[in-house]
């Protein structure tokens, strides 16, 4: 079940306005499907069901037909309102043009039709609402499952959370760790690069974007400068095209690029990404090492521990509930800066890994209205911080 909070909030919504467009994005796995299905139950209004997975070609035209399907149950049940549901919309061209023209006609008629369209790919969905349904809609971002829901489902301790990150699918056969590990690869990993990714957006240079994702992980938590990474990658690509590539990997909830903190947008904009993965399992999917192994390498296992908080933090900022960054000046580093309106926070990470040294100091000295927060040793445990909500957190 997830937070009560969250479907009550969605409940509120669809009751509040004959016709009402609520959108939910979210990367696979997240749980989009089971949350509508249990905001279905408490709404309790006839509903119609659909996946553009079973679309084919047909388009903007197949949302017509169960449109119209939705619109005659509407009449042959005698029901005051339906709910369409739409999943993976952003599968079909020019979804957003034809859901804007069948609304305006209910909104006409004052046919009291809602609408859910859901997506993993969150990027595809805000271009099509953006475009064509700007002011019709609100939208629920869904992250990857938290330490907290994953110990109410499945009674996972932390530290098997951060191995087998926020994946509820994959709960089941964690006992086999190589068979988890292909269902990864194979389920998650290449089913979101090759169907949410490649086939739904131009990507020139598809192998480039394999081996970033690729590199990503591998240095999940660390600073690469674009010219680096090419370096390493082979490729005789540019860095605008990196930069692009890890947007689209970062808006199927894969790989993200936390850009460095300065008073200037434009150095923001043109620092060396710091890679952050939004699930920890990604990590572990593409380990050699085992889940016992690698605890055993405080080192390593450490680094685990940082990405864990650093995809807790991403999460956050996925849902807009303050800006992430990192900070380095010379040798000092600041793992994580929050900013949120007028207030910051400088985050340092101990989970006693070799690693460069602190900047916490330096970076009070130049931004002395910051606030600081140490997560792990002599801080609030690093257990503890993956329970907070996030929206709290400044």
Same mark, same amino acid.
């Given at each position: 079940?997830?937070?009560?909070?969250e479907?009550?909030?969605?409940?509120?919504?669809?009751?509040?306005?004959?016709?009402f467009?609520?959108?939910?994005?979210?990367p696979?796995?997240?749980?989009?499907?089971?949350?509508?299905?249990?905001?279905?139950?408490?709404?309790?209004?006839?509903?119609?069901?659909v996946?553009?997975?079973?679309?084919?070609?047909?388009?903007a !035209? /197949?949302? *017509?037909?169960? &449109?119209?399907?939705?619109?005659?149950? @509407? =009449?042959?049940? +005698?029901?005051?309102?339906?709910? %369409?549901?739409?999943?993976?919309?952003?599968?079909?061209?020019?979804?957003?043009?034809?859901?804007?023209? !069948? /609304?305006? *006609?209910?909104? &006409?008629t004052?046919?009291?039709?809602? @609408? =859910?369209?859901? +997506?993993?790919?969150?990027?595809? %969905?805000?271009?099509?609402?953006?475009?064509?349904?700007?002011?019709?809609?609100?939208?629920?971002?869904?992250?990857?499952?938290?330490?907290?829901?994953?110990?109410?489902?499945?009674?996972?301790?932390?530290?098997?959370?951060?191995?087998?990150?926020?994946?509820?699918?994959?709960?089941?056969?964690?006992?086999?760790?190589?068979?988890?590990?292909?269902?990864?690869?194979?389920?998650?990993?290449?089913?979101?690069?090759?169907?949410?990714?490649?086939?739904?957006?131009?990507?020139?240079?598809?192998?480039?974007?394999?081996?970033?994702?690729?590199?990503?992980?591998?240095?999940?938590?660390?600073?690469?400068?674009?010219?680096?990474?090419?370096?390493?990658?082979?490729?005789?690509?540019?860095?605008?095209?990196l930069?692009?590539?890890?947007?689209?990997?970062?808006?199927?909830?894969?790989?993200?690029?936390?850009?460095?903190?300065?008073?200037?947008?434009?150095?923001?904009?043109?620092?060396?990404?710091?890679?952050?993965?939004?699930?920890?399992?990604?990590?572990?999917?593409?380990?050699?090492?085992?889940?016992?192994?690698?605890?055993?390498?405080?080192?390593?296992?450490?680094?685990?521990?940082?990405?864990?908080?650093?995809?807790?933090?991403?999460?956050?900022?996925?849902?807009?509930?303050?800006?992430?960054?990192?900070?380095?000046?010379?040798?000092?580093?600041?793992?994580?800066?929050?900013?949120?309106?007028?207030?910051?926070?400088?985050?340092?990470v101990?989970?006693?890994?070799?690693?460069?040294?602190?900047?916490?100091?330096?970076?009070r000295?130049?931004?002395?209205?910051?606030?600081?927060?140490?997560v792990?040793?002599?801080?609030?445990?690093?257990?503890?911080?993956?329970?907070?909500?996030?929206?709290?957190?400044?």
């Amino acid at each position: 079940m997830f937070q009560r909070s969250e479907i009550e909030k969605l409940e509120s919504r669809m009751k509040e306005k004959r016709n009402f467009i609520q959108v939910i994005a979210g990367p696979r796995q997240a749980g989009k499907t089971t949350l509508v299905g249990q905001l279905l139950e408490r709404l309790n209004i006839p509903s119609h069901y659909v996946s553009a997975d079973s679309a084919g070609p047909q388009g903007a !035209l /197949w949302i *017509e037909k169960h &449109w119209e399907a939705a619109r005659r149950m @509407l =009449i042959s049940e +005698g029901a005051r309102e339906i709910i %369409l549901v739409i999943d993976e919309i952003q599968k079909l061209e020019n979804w957003s043009e034809m859901v804007k023209k !069948l /609304w305006d *006609e209910d909104t &006409w008629t004052r046919t009291p039709l809602k @609408l =859910i369209i859901s +997506g993993s790919s969150r990027l595809l %969905l805000q271009e099509g609402l953006t475009e064509s349904l700007g002011g019709r809609f609100e939208m629920t971002l869904m992250g990857h499952w938290t330490l907290k829901e994953m110990q109410e489902a499945f009674g996972w301790s932390p530290e098997q959370y951060v191995w087998y990150g926020g994946y509820p699918g994959s709960a089941v056969i964690v006992d086999d760790e190589m068979r988890w590990k292909r269902y990864l690869a194979d389920s998650i990993v290449e089913t979101t690069i090759s169907r949410d990714i490649l086939m739904l957006t131009r990507v020139d240079k598809p192998a480039l974007l394999r081996r970033l994702f690729e590199t990503g992980v591998r240095y999940s938590g660390m600073e690469l400068s674009y010219n680096k990474i090419l370096g390493q990658l082979q490729d005789a690509g540019n860095t605008t095209t990196l930069s692009h590539y890890l947007t689209l990997l970062g808006s199927a909830g894969l790989l993200s690029g936390i850009e460095k903190y300065s008073g200037s947008f434009a150095r923001q904009r043109a620092s060396s990404p710091k890679f952050m993965v939004h699930n920890t399992a990604l990590m572990s999917s593409a380990d050699i090492e085992s889940f016992s192994s690698i605890r055993e390498h405080p080192d390593r296992w450490g680094r685990y521990v940082e990405s864990a908080v650093g995809a807790h933090l991403l999460d956050g900022s996925m849902k807009g509930h303050y800006r992430l960054f990192y900070w380095r000046k010379g040798n000092r580093e600041v793992d994580f800066v929050l900013a949120r309106g007028e207030k910051i926070m400088a985050m340092e990470v101990k989970t006693g890994r070799i690693r460069g040294r602190s900047g916490l100091d330096d970076f009070r000295k130049e931004y002395p209205h910051a606030s600081v927060m140490l997560v792990g040793d002599k801080g609030i445990p690093w257990q503890k911080f993956l329970r907070t909500d996030t929206a709290g957190i400044i």
